[in-house]
């Protein structure tokens, strides 16, 4: 039997269960919880006859079945402020940003901000659904939040959150290792590093020590040391809480950490569909038209593959370029030592402060040629037309290639 994945979210399938007036066990319509009712979200605002009324979107309920219902029967303080604070946020923007009181005496809401209202909540909902589902997607330790206070913009709809390349037909990402170190305690004189013609990478305080340009080695899956061992970072993933939010200077989606990140340490992996050189020049005059592409040359040894992080990738699809960047590009090999299929693993080039944009140069050595994007975010890609940057550095090269 063939099994397709549900995109429709629970209470999606209850209200079309509602509407179509069916019971089904499974998602939680039975007779008894259709006399339940929760507020999803409040639409519209009204007073008569001295009494405050508010439009009620009920969650797993069609929009046909809301009701106006007075503030003494909603026990929802939360939504109850989101209504307030978008409604404030809404005036204030007509207003061009000034603040503004916002009076209590309006005895109905105009169709405009009512509409700003429920688009806002929309959103609100659909950013929790997708922090939630990238929360269940990710294989390591650290939350990933996401956060929109600029406009009205939800997740990205052709994007899918994997942990790890994604190879294309025909090509095979994990091979070329059958053997590991003996180890008892790396870094030893036949560690992984050694046995590679270079030296470990990380210090013992697990930092970074070698300059850009040169690989890292670590400790695969056959060697004998432990997860503790300090040559194993990349493979972990991201320690870090990292959160994807929308830039208010036309850049897009952006990410920032949730942590104070110190000098040289590991901060996430970048990654996406591996493909052939061919194919990504297919696809770059194809993202061209489209005005976005996020390709990444994989040219450690060879320009032979390319990462592809358009439709699958992680939080690093969403970082943006900087002419002064916070991230340094580090080739790494550990279960693969095929030189033509690094991973590729960004670290910090000093300290960032929690609540700092993540940052790259996609010119940087050691990281791509560049680039062409859309105004949904930057990321790298193939060196095509000549795009104006937005990093806003003191130091901006003012086009990013």
Known sequence: AWYVPCLASLETLQELCRKENLRCKSIGITN?????????????????????YYLVKWKGWPESSNTWEPQKHLNCPLILQNFLRDKKEYLSRVRGGKAMKVRNRVK???????????????????????????????????????????????????????????????????????????????PAEKCCPKEAGFILAYNKRKKLKIQPGLPIYECNSYCRCGPDCPNRIVQKGTPYSLCIFRTNNGRGWGVKTLQKIKTNSFVM??????????????????????????????????????????????????????????????????????????????FSTRTIKAGEELTFDYQMKGSIDLTSDSAEGLSPSKK??????????VCCRGYLN
């Open 32 to 52: 008894k919880s259709l006399k339940s009712y929760e507020v999803e979200y409040l639409c519209d605002y009204k007073v008569e006859e001295g009494k405050a």
């Open 108 to 186: 109905t809401l105009k169709p405009a901000i009512a509409e700003y209202i429920v688009k806002k909540a929309k959103q609100r909902i659909a950013l929790q659904r997708w922090k939630e589902e990238l929360n269940r997607k990710k294989n390591h330790k650290a939350m990933i939040l996401v956060e929109n206070t600029v406009d009205l913009e939800g997740p990205p709809l052709d994007f899918y959150y994997i942990n790890e390349y994604k190879p294309a037909p025909g090509i095979n990402v994990l091979n070329g290792i059958t053997t590991g170190c003996e180890c008892a305690d790396c």
């Open 269 to 346: 992996e970048y990654v996406g569909e591996v493909i052939t050189s061919e194919e990504a020049e297919r696809r770059g005059q194809l993202y061209d038209n489209q005005g976005n592409t996020y390709l990444f040359d994989l040219d450690y040894d060879s320009d032979e593959f390319t990462v592809d992080a358009a439709r699958y990738g992680n939080v690093s699809h969403f970082v943006n370029h900087s002419c002064d960047p916070n991230l340094q590009v580090f080739n790494v090999f550990i279960d693969n030592l095929d030189l033509r299929l690094p991973r590729i693993a960004l």
């Open 384 to 393: 095509r037309i000549r795009t104006v940057c937005k990093c806003g550095a």
